[in-house]
């Protein structure tokens, strides 16, 4: 069974920077894409960054480019989110997810993932 777990959310003020992780287990990680995902109460899950199974390509969503470096590093399962120059409006559950297809390039779509973490919190202050 594959496990996604994340770290690194909470309380940060407008400005500020916080870098969040994600750790997996239950299958070749090195194989698949990855995704961050963040959600608000009443609106649909927004990809943030998608990086490709190999860390060769990247996706981010238009609201968080030049801010958002999404990374990985297959060595230690692991891929990460760094955040930067935070906005209010960034806040939202962060989630990272693993894609279906083996040797994929980025997805930015929900059903191109198939396992989910259980989310962090980011609040950003202003």
């Known amino acids: 069974q594959v496990q996604l777990v994340e770290s690194g959310g909470g309380l940060v003020q407008a400005g500020g920077s916080l870098r969040l992780s994600c750790a997996a287990s239950g299958r070749t990680f090195n194989r698949y894409p990855m995704g961050w995902f963040r959600q608000t109460p009443g609106k649909e899950r927004e990809c943030v960054a998608s990086i490709s199974y190999n860390g060769g390509s990247t996706y981010y969503g238009d609201s968080v480019k030049g801010r958002f470096t999404i990374s990985r590093d297959n060595a230690k399962n692991t891929v990460y989110l760094q955040m930067n120059s935070l906005k209010p409006e960034d806040t939202a559950v962060y989630y990272c997810?693993?894609?279906?297809?083996?040797?994929?390039?980025?997805?930015?779509?929900?059903?191109?993932?198939?396992?989910w973490g259980q989310g962090t919190q980011v609040t950003v202050s202003s």
């Open positions: 997810a693993a894609g279906r297809q083996q040797w994929g390039s980025y997805n930015r779509w929900a059903y191109e993932y198939d396992y």
